[in-house]
């Protein structure tokens, strides 16, 4: 999911790599977590189960060394000064298992790192609301227009548009007049019927079949 409850780990560090050329970036985390270890470029001398934290800051610039970063580590996480959600799409479309800010708290760092060793992806609750925004304003479809939701019953369709419009689970509750466990639990159906794991691939996947019907 997007912000899985994590467990918090402090010792989620200690596996783990930066990738960076401005290393003074990451103070506020080196200098709570000095076991951290940073690098300026990838080298084979680290185990390739080690979370990479690659400090991303000119895609078109670094896209190979992203590629080998993917091909050399199980876990990829992209740390950026600031996000953009077209190339968070194309970076997990890659393969990376997490997309986050650089000035978020350590604390949140480390349940994010914790995620994706469990196999999750994170995706901050702010990115996310921006990535799916930004699938559906590319896709720019009217989602009453296709039968993607020909399985779904009212309510749960209800929900999958609030989604497409990156709404939160409280902002559903109120328009839809339900309770937050409500939504949850309509959110659950949907990840069952879509056979997908967070609100990302949901996004992705309903309009897939949207323009899958159109030909």
Not at 38 to 64: C, E, M, N, P
Not at 66 to 87: F, K, M, R, T
Not at 143 to 150: L, M, S
Not at 187 to 214: E, G
Request: with cysteine.
């Amino acid at each position: 999911m997007s912000h899985l409850e994590a467990r918090y780990d402090a010792t989620a560090l200690e596996s783990c790599v930066i990738y960076t050329d401005a290393p003074r970036t990451f103070k506020h985390w080196l200098f709570q977590r000095k076991q951290m270890m940073t690098a300026s470029v990838l080298t084979k001398q680290y185990d390739g189960s080690l979370v990479a934290l690659f400090h991303l800051h000119s895609f078109a610039a670094q896209r190979q060394q992203i590629q080998a970063c993917i091909s050399h580590h199980d876990y990829v996480l992209i740390i950026v000064d600031q996000s953009n959600p077209s190339e968070a799409i194309e970076l997990f479309k890659m393969g990376i298992k997490g997309y986050l800010e650089s000035d978020i708290p350590l604390v949140s760092l480390e349940q994010a790192i914790t995620t994706i060793q469990q196999g999750n992806v994170w995706i901050g609750h702010d990115i996310m609301r921006a990535l799916i925004c930004g699938v559906h304003n590319v896709n720019n479809d009217d989602p009453t227009a296709e039968q993607w939701n020909h399985h779904l019953t009212a309510r749960e369709t209800e929900a999958a548009n609030a989604l497409l419009q990156g709404k939160n689970n409280k902002e559903i509750a109120e328009i839809m007049d339900i309770s937050e466990r409500t939504v949850k639990s309509h959110i659950r159906n949907l990840f069952d019927k879509f056979d997908v794991n967070d609100r990302l691939a949901l996004v992705i996947k309903i309009h897939a079949l949207m323009k899958k019907s159109r030909f």
